[in-house]
């Protein structure tokens, strides 16, 4: 009887194993292929601002978008600290390879959470806090 549960417990690790390893392959797989986007917030509007998660609440924010692998349509959205939440009115054409800004002009102190979507479909959210 202890033989025949030691064949299970084997044979359930060998199986962990698989799924593991088989999760672990596609995983590098995907990360291979490389991001669609990339996405990040900034206290500044230029292309040489920095990523930021704190601004000071009289400098410029900005959301940055760039599609790393297609010309795509994009919408990005804003939720306030005071729950007010606002989207851009359309879709924006974003092309290959351009880095696009949006300005953020709340001067609200708190948390804001900046969404961008393409397609309708959310691809990447961004965190930040204004002080």
Request: net charge positive.
């Amino acid at each position: 009887m202890k033989k025949g549960m030691l064949s299970a417990l084997a044979l359930a690790a060998l199986v962990t194993g698989l799924l593991i390893g088989v999760s672990s392959s596609s995983a590098k797989q995907a990360a291979a292929a490389g991001p669609a986007y990339k996405h990040y917030i900034a206290c500044g509007l230029s292309r040489k601002a920095k990523p930021a998660t704190v601004c000071p609440v009289g400098s410029k924010k900005g959301a940055f978008f760039k599609s790393l692998k297609a010309d795509v349509k994009y919408t990005v959205c804003v939720k306030f600290p005071k729950a007010e939440h606002l989207c851009t009115e359309k879709p924006q054409e974003a092309e290959q390879g351009t880095l696009y800004v949006n300005k953020i002009t709340s001067t609200s102190v708190g948390r804001h959470q900046v969404t961008w979507f393409v397609k309708g479909k959310k691809v990447g959210t961004s965190v930040f806090r204004v002080k």
